[in-house]
């Protein structure tokens, strides 16, 4: 007789080192409690290993409230085996300045931080340290590392920079002195973060969903956008992102990333799917998933599920 055995615990990628805003959106989100997390290097690597099968999931940054949408991400969610979203995190951001113990801001000459970060951060930098030269990190936490020489190959090396911007988490973990703290110009700056799968079963629909599409024209003309977007516009869907990037195919060509409010189950996210379908040269879905804020769809009485399916039925009774 065999003896049952209980499920492996699941894994979790996430834009590393340890001590960045992303592992800080993986603990949020709490289906990950108790799982395994692995840090990766960049937004690719950590999608590399969920289309590997070696994780189940993999937390990135999708765009920030100062700084719009992530390319990094967007840009490999748009190609290469599809992924869909399955959960999304809001962060508030919080900077500080960071040194090693013992050195003045005075002798702070360059500072190292994620390209994300520093957009943040140009007033506070232009103000109290207008000389000083941006050195570009695979993160914030990687800043902090590289400069306590806890990163990879930097054991005993002196960082190319002398300060970090970072979260608090971060120059805690890398014993890291704060030399300034809440030093972001937007103090109500806010980072999502998506949670990333392998297409399965969709999240249930909640009446306060979010569905995330990439859009590839089949040529460049006059109203192309327009044709896209009546798709939406003529279902009472509403759009909460929209953001041209390149295909790479050639120089022109671009995709369009959107986000709309709805589920793909919603009878007028679904029709509108189809005109999509039907005017794209393709239509990548990203999935379905609950909205961070929780606030219910506002849907108009001509655009409910009942309102389709009535249509539907009228349509039917002329064909018969």
Same mark, same amino acid.
């Given at each position: 007789?065999?003896?049952?055995?209980?499920?492996?615990? =699941?894994?979790?990628?996430?834009?590393?080192? =340890?001590?960045?805003?992303?592992?800080?959106?993986?603990? $949020?989100?709490?289906?990950?409690?108790? @799982?395994?997390?692995?840090?990766?290097?960049?937004?690719?690597?950590? #999608?590399?290993? #969920?289309?590997?099968?070696?994780?189940?999931?993999?937390?990135?940054?999708?765009?920030?409230?100062? %700084?719009?949408?992530?390319?990094?991400?967007?840009? @490999?969610?748009?190609?290469?085996?599809?992924?869909?979203?399955?959960? %999304?995190?809001?962060?508030?951001?919080?900077?500080?300045?960071?040194?090693?113990?013992?050195?003045?801001?005075?002798?702070?000459?360059?500072?190292?931080?994620?390209?994300? $970060?520093?957009?943040?951060?140009?007033?506070?930098?232009? $103000?109290?340290?207008?000389?000083?030269?941006?050195?570009?990190? #695979?993160?914030?936490?990687?800043?902090? =590392?590289?400069?306590?020489?806890?990163?990879?190959?930097?054991?005993?090396?002196?960082?190319?920079?002398?300060?970090?911007?970072?979260?608090?988490?971060?120059?805690?973990?890398?014993?890291?002195?704060?030399? @300034? %703290?809440?030093?972001?110009?937007?103090?109500?700056?806010?980072?999502?973060?998506?949670?990333?799968?392998?297409?399965?079963?969709?999240?249930?629909?909640?009446?306060?969903?979010?569905?995330?599409?990439?859009?590839?024209?089949?040529?460049?003309?006059?109203?192309?956008?327009?044709?896209?977007?009546?798709?939406?516009?003529?279902?009472?869907?509403?759009?909460?992102?929209?953001?041209?990037?390149?295909?790479?195919?050639?120089?022109?060509?671009?995709?369009?990333?959107?986000?709309?409010?709805?589920?793909?189950?919603?009878?007028?996210?679904? %029709?509108? #799917?189809?005109?999509?379908?039907?005017?794209?040269?393709?239509?990548?879905?990203?999935?379905?998933?609950?909205?961070?804020?929780?606030?219910?769809?506002?849907?108009?009485?001509?655009?409910?599920?009942?309102?389709?399916?009535? $249509?539907?039925?009228?349509?039917?009774?002329?064909?018969?």
């Amino acid at each position: 007789m065999s003896t049952p055995t209980s499920p492996a615990p =699941a894994r979790y990628a996430y834009l590393g080192p =340890a001590g960045t805003f992303t592992q800080m959106a993986l603990d $949020a989100w709490e289906p990950s409690a108790g @799982a395994e997390q692995r840090p990766c290097g960049s937004v690719d690597a950590a #999608l590399a290993l #969920l289309r590997a099968g070696e994780v189940d999931g993999a937390m990135v940054p999708i765009e920030n409230s100062v %700084e719009g949408g992530v390319s990094a991400t967007l840009d @490999a969610l748009a190609s290469g085996d599809p992924l869909v979203v399955v959960a %999304e995190v809001l962060v508030p951001i919080t900077f500080v300045l960071a040194a090693r113990p013992g050195t003045p801001l005075e002798q702070v000459r360059a500072v190292g931080t994620h390209s994300h $970060a520093w957009a943040q951060v140009r007033g506070w930098m232009d $103000a109290h340290l207008g000389g000083a030269t941006y050195v570009p990190t #695979l993160s914030t936490a990687a800043a902090a =590392a590289g400069l306590a020489g806890d990163g990879p190959g930097t054991a005993g090396e002196q960082a190319a920079y002398q300060a970090a911007v970072c979260a608090p988490v971060a120059a805690t973990n890398h014993g890291l002195e704060v030399l @300034a %703290e809440d030093i972001g110009d937007n103090a109500a700056a806010v980072t999502r973060f998506v949670l990333v799968a392998r297409p399965g079963r969709l999240p249930d629909r909640t009446g306060a969903d979010k569905t995330t599409l990439v859009l590839f024209q089949r040529d460049d003309h006059a109203g192309g956008l327009l044709e896209l977007l009546e798709q939406l516009a003529v279902r009472g869907i509403n759009m909460s992102r929209l953001e041209s990037r390149p295909t790479k195919a050639s120089m022109g060509s671009y995709c369009f990333s959107v986000d709309i409010e709805g589920h793909v189950l919603d009878e007028r996210v679904g %029709e509108a #799917l189809l005109g999509l379908k039907r005017v794209c040269a393709e239509v990548r879905f990203l999935g379905s998933y609950p909205a961070a804020h929780g606030t219910a769809v506002r849907v108009t009485p001509h655009t409910t599920d009942d309102a389709f399916a009535e $249509a539907r039925a009228w349509l039917r009774s002329l064909r018969t």
